[in-house]
C-alpha cells in the first residue's frame, strides 16, 4: 500500500472500530498478541466435515492463523456445529494439488513436518521450534500421500502406548499444536504477528463483526469523496 491507502486503511479501522464494542475489541487485542504464522497448519484431502472443523477449531483455540488445505481429491467442508465459527478467524489457504502446498510453503521459508508414525521420526517433544513450521496432516485411511511425505524435511509422531495405530486426525492434530504453541511461547523465537499483519486481521475481524458494514463502508468512502 502507498502511503495515502495506509492512512485510509488506519481511517476505516478506527471508523468501524466505533461500531465494535469494547470489551470485543479488547477480547480482539487480547486473540491477536497470541496469534502466529510461525506454525501453520496443512492439510492433506480430508473428507470428514466434522474432523476438518475440528481442526479448524483447534487452530484457532491454539492462536495459529493459517489454514493451507489440500484438495487433490476431496473437497474440504466445514462442519458449523463443530467449526461453531472458528474458520471466520481464520485465513484458510486452498491448492488443488499437494505440489503447489509444498512449492508455497517451502518458498515462504517453512520447514516441512509430515504427522506420520511410519517413516524415520522424531517424537513430539523432541521437534525442534527454531525456525518457522508448516505440519502437514493426512486422512486417517490414507494417512500422508507418498508426495508429501517425499518433499517433508522431517516428520514427527505422536507417542502412543496403547493397541490402536493412530489418534483421530483432529485428535492428532489438536496434541501437536497444544506441545508447539506451549514450546513456542517459551522459545526466543519470533512467533508473533508483525504490526502490519495484525492491522490487517483487525480490519477484518471488525468486518466480520460490524452488522450491514457493506453499507457503512459505503457511507465511510463517500463522506470522503471517494
Known sequence: MN?????????????LGGFVSDRRKERMEQVLAWRTRFLTVALEDLYQPHNASAVLRSCDCFGVQDVHVIENRNVYEVHAGIDVGASGWLDLHRYSDSLSALETLKKRGYRLVAATPHRDDSALDELAVDAPLAVFFGTEDLGLSEQVL??????????????TESFNISVCAALVLRELTGRLHKSGADWGLAEGEKEDLRLAWYRRSV??????????????GL
Open 211 to 224: 452488522r450491514g458494514v457493506e453499507l457503512i463502508e459505503e457511507r465511510f468512502m463517500a463522506e470522503r
Open 150 to 163: 517425499g518433499a517433508a524435511d522431517e516428520y514427527v509422531r505422536v507417542p502412543m502406548y496403547g493397541f
Open 3 to 15: 502511503p495515502i491507502d495506509e492512512q485510509l486503511r488506519q481511517e476505516l479501522i478506527a471508523y
